[in-house]
């Protein structure tokens, strides 16, 4: 199979990158913007390998993305390329506007140009994998109720509300014209090679550093935490198994107070690095301004994926987040050359 991902330079995106070239005899071609978050830096490991190319193309390109597609002749297509920071979306919501929706709606209009080219056996083996977030369902309000792929959507953020837009036209261009989409929706993802601006790469290197952890409000959002490498494995299960115009949520069964992951990374670097003035890294937490319109909570309810194609996480949120902190303690250097300077790890988008 050739498998196109845009946003393969990204967080999630690299690891669906790694994790088909290094499980599979598919050939991959990553097409990505490369903007601040994307880092080809997170593709070493699988680079060099003769099933892999990169292609450096704006999804709202449409002549480069089309020539890309009768080159590389994709028979199937992961949609991971966007503006994905909610903070980042409020102090400049219109990024997103261009990336998601106009890149998605770009995007779209080439595959259904090039699939309706393809013979009729291509044809059946052709997908469209767009790749949300549970973000466009908005805020839980219940403690006990869960996101299921037929929640009504409610999103509170320009990030979200330019995804779930993004959710919409890929429906509609599969129910209009009949091209062959999936969509999942996916709670929140950590691991190795995320961008520092996020809470979880924020807080360790912020604490090695002896620097504030930033804890919005009271610290008591929820969250669902994914372990990223499990999540790649789910998306390219739903590309090659799942049905056409399904919806599939993913999410990793881990539900947990945002002070709760704060203190458990302070936990495992108070046993692995421990400060030179013997205290807990718990001293360095620091509650500011929560951020507009900030979310409660967000839980997967994630029976569907499981019943329809078997796929559970591997990884608690308590083996994850070990080998996440384990892991930026072995990269550092990464870390440091995938900051340029221009974001110094401040909570963004409370500006407003």
Same mark, same amino acid.
């Given at each position: 199979?050739?498998?196109?991902?845009?946003g &393969?330079?990204g967080?999630?995106g690299?690891?669906?990158?790694r994790?088909?070239?290094?499980?599979? @005899?598919?050939?991959? /071609?990553?097409?990505?913007?490369?903007? !601040? *978050?994307?880092?080809?830096?997170?593709?070493?490991e699988?680079?060099?390998?003769?099933?892999?190319?990169?292609? @450096?193309?704006?999804?709202?390109?449409?002549?480069?993305?089309?020539?890309a +597609?009768?080159?590389?002749?994709?028979? /199937? %297509?992961?949609?991971?390329?966007?503006?994905?920071? %909610?903070?980042?979306?409020?102090?400049?919501?219109?990024? +997103?506007?261009?990336?998601?929706?106009?890149?998605?709606?770009?995007?779209?209009e080439? *595959?259904?140009?090039?699939?309706?080219?393809?013979?009729?056996?291509?044809?059946?083996?052709f997908?469209?994998?767009?790749?949300s977030?549970?973000?466009?369902?908005g805020?839980?309000? $219940?403690?006990t109720?869960?996101?299921?792929?037929?929640?009504?959507?409610a999103?509170s953020?320009?990030?979200?509300?330019?995804?779930?837009?993004?959710?919409?036209?890929?429906?509609?261009?599969?129910?209009? !014209? $009949? /091209?062959p989409?999936?969509?999942?929706?996916?709670?929140?993802?950590?691991?190795?090679?995320?961008?520092?601006?996020?809470?979880?790469?924020?807080?360790?290197?912020?604490?090695? #550093?002896?620097?504030?952890?930033?804890i919005?409000?009271?610290?008591?959002?929820?969250?669902?935490?994914? +372990?990223?490498?499990?999540?790649?494995?789910? /998306?390219? @299960?739903?590309?090659?198994? $799942?049905?056409?115009?399904?919806?599939?949520?993913?999410?990793g069964?881990?539900?947990?107070?945002?002070?709760?992951?704060?203190?458990?990374?302070?936990?495992?670097l #108070?046993?692995?690095?421990?400060?030179?003035?013997?205290?807990?890294?718990?001293?360095?937490?620091t509650?500011?301004?929560d951020?507009? &319109?900030?979310?409660?909570?967000y839980?997967?309810?994630?029976?569907?994926?499981?019943?329809?194609? &078997?796929?559970?996480?591997?990884?608690?949120?308590?083996?994850?987040?070990?080998?996440?902190?384990?892991?930026?303690?072995n990269?550092?250097?990464w870390?440091?050359?995938? @900051?340029?300077?221009?974001?110094?790890?401040e909570?963004? $988008?409370?500006?407003?």
């Open positions: 199979m050739r498998v196109l991902v845009t &393969g330079a967080f999630i690299s690891a669906v990158v994790h088909i070239i290094k499980n599979t @005899q598919d050939e991959v /071609l990553n097409i990505d913007k490369l903007t !601040y *978050a994307g880092n080809l830096e997170s593709l070493t699988v680079d060099q390998n003769s099933r892999y190319q990169f292609k @450096q193309i704006d999804i709202c390109d449409s002549e480069a993305l089309t020539e +597609f009768n080159q590389f002749k994709p028979n /199937l %297509v992961m949609h991971l390329a966007a503006e994905s920071h %909610v903070d980042r979306s409020i102090d400049g919501p219109a990024e +997103f506007i261009t990336t998601n929706i106009v890149g998605t709606y770009t995007l779209l080439v *595959a259904r140009k090039y699939w309706a080219n393809l013979t009729s056996e291509e044809q059946t083996v997908k469209f994998h767009h790749i977030t549970d973000e466009v369902y805020d839980l309000e $219940g403690t109720d869960l996101f299921t792929e037929t929640t009504p959507y999103p953020s320009p990030y979200s509300a330019s995804k779930a837009s993004s959710d919409h036209l890929v429906r509609a261009w599969q129910r209009t !014209y $009949g /091209l989409t999936i969509v999942t929706n996916c709670s929140n993802n950590y691991g190795p090679y995320h961008f520092p601006e996020k809470l979880i790469p924020l807080v360790i290197l912020n604490a090695l #550093d002896g620097k504030p952890l930033p919005y409000g009271k610290g008591d959002q929820i969250r669902d935490w994914l +372990f990223v490498e499990d999540h790649a494995r789910a /998306l390219y @299960q739903v590309v090659t198994e $799942g049905a056409v115009g399904e919806t599939y949520n993913i999410g069964h881990n539900e947990k107070q945002n002070i709760e992951v704060v203190k458990t990374i302070c936990k495992i #108070d046993e692995l690095r421990p400060q030179e003035n013997h205290q807990s890294y718990e001293s360095l937490i509650f500011v301004k951020r507009p &319109g900030h979310d409660l909570r839980a997967i309810d994630a029976s569907k994926i499981k019943q329809d194609l &078997g796929w559970v996480p591997e990884e608690s949120f308590e083996t994850g987040i070990r080998k996440t902190v384990e892991w930026y303690l990269n550092l250097e870390c440091r050359r995938v @900051q340029d300077g221009s974001y110094q790890r909570r963004l $988008g409370v500006s407003a």
